[in-house]
Every structure is written in structure tokens, then in C-alpha cells.
């Protein structure tokens, strides 16, 4: 089978083992069934995901030009402590802004090789920590808008990492944590205005991944200084696929660019 498409991050879907979705325009493929399967990726050529042109992709799946331009890419978005939208203020596109910032968000913590807090839209639970690869994750503080869950996760990773080692969670090097200990410990590191949407008793989220084998010592595909790579499938974790010589590839990553993939 051939398919060809332009790259997003695949979807998932909560079970016993996560499945994992690509939406490659013409084919929607279940990646869980090609796992013990070969697979060819060939890079084909670049598609920016906002313009649709065929154009370098510079930074999350857009063209340079879109990532300065897009409301999607504002510093807002990989920052939330400067969202303004709930003082009427404009970054790109102000309607935009409300209908993002303006609902309810999630801190969290999450564990995939050590403990972070994060932030995500409500509706985003659980699927933001399935394409981080935690295997377990747990709500602290559930606020109004997303400014004040942005100043709460930056106020808390003064006391809590907020990054993820991508290597140690796709070598399923866990540390073994008491999320429900660490939310009580930081709970006093709170902002004042935030405080009132603690979560007081709620129990950690567990996440199981489609993985045969994990790598010893992974080595990620980069597909344009490499733009044919085949290699058997044995495992996807967060947005990686994992193939038996310990390739791995960050789906994510590689958004905007478009791919044939024969298997």
C-alpha cells in the first residue's frame, strides 16, 4: 500500500493501548495496524499548513511568512502567561484570541521521564499528555482563562521541571513519582488568583502505549538530510514512531511537510 500526504500530528484515541491516527488528506490510517509492518518514508516536498503553499516550512508546520502572521503560531500560544485576550487586547487577531484564551484551561502535572506541569485546553485532556508520552498524568488547577493558567505553570516550575527529556521517555526511563503527593506539595506555590480553582481530590489519569520495543539509544530521522528512510515499526509513543534500529520520528515535528509512505 502507498499513501501520500502532508504530515500533521496524528490523532489518538484513549483505550487499553493508545491508537494512534494519520490523516493523510485522501487515506486515514490506523498506525497501530502497521506496527511489525516495514515501512517506507520518502520526503516528497513542503505544504504549509495555513497557506497550503509549497513553501520551506520554518517553524510548527507553517511557512515563515504565516508563522509571523497566523494567529495560531502568537507567542501566546507556547507561552500563556502573555495571553491578553481577557483584557480586550489584541496579539494577530483578537476574535481569535477570546475564542482560544477565554475557556476554561488545565495545569497539570505529568510524568513521561520525570514530573512537569503544563498547560492545555480542558478539552484537550487527555490527548495533550498522550502526544507528550506520559504514562500517567494528573489535573491540579482547573481556571477560567488561559492567562491565569499561564502565570500558575510559571509560577510552579520554579519548584517542578516543565520540559520533557524526549530520550529518557522514549527509552521508558521512568522515574517513579506520587503525582498526587507532588500536587499537595505544590499547591502552596499557587498565585493568589488562581488558588480558588485548585482541585482538591481527583485521581492521576494512567496511559498505555502500542509499544513491542523501546530503543536502547535513540536516533531521530531527520527526513530532508534523509529523504528516504525504511525501517519495521515496533512501537509509537507521544508523537513518535519508534522502528526496530532505533530510529525514531517526531511526527510533530515534521508537520507541513508532505511524505509518501509505502508499506
Known sequence: MKYQGVLKKMLTEKAAEIQYYLDMKTDFINMNQLINKEITINFVTYECLNCGLEKQI???????????ETPNAGDWIMKPELSKAHLGIEDRD????????????????????????????????PTRWIDQGAHEALEIVEVPNRYLAGITEVALKEHVADKTNWRKMLKNDIEDANLIEWRDKLKEFIPEEAKEYFIENNAETHINFPVLKYPLKPKSLNLIKTPSY????????????????????????????VVSMEV
Open 94 to 125: 483578537l476574535a481569535y484570541e477570546q475564542s482560544v484564551q477565554l475557556k476554561p484551561h488545565i495545569v497539570y502535572l505529568a510524568n513521561s521521564s520525570n514530573v512537569k506541569v503544563g498547560v492545555t485546553r480542558k478539552p484537550q485532556v
Open 230 to 257: 525504511t525501517g519495521k515499526l515496533v512501537g509509537i509513543k507521544g508523537q513518535y514512531l519508534i522502528f526496530e534500529d532505533e530510529t525514531v520520528f517526531n511526527v510533530r515535528s515534521n508537520e507541513g511537510l
Open 58 to 68: 520554518y517553524r510548527q508546520g507553517f511557512c515563515k511568512s504565516c508563522f509571523f
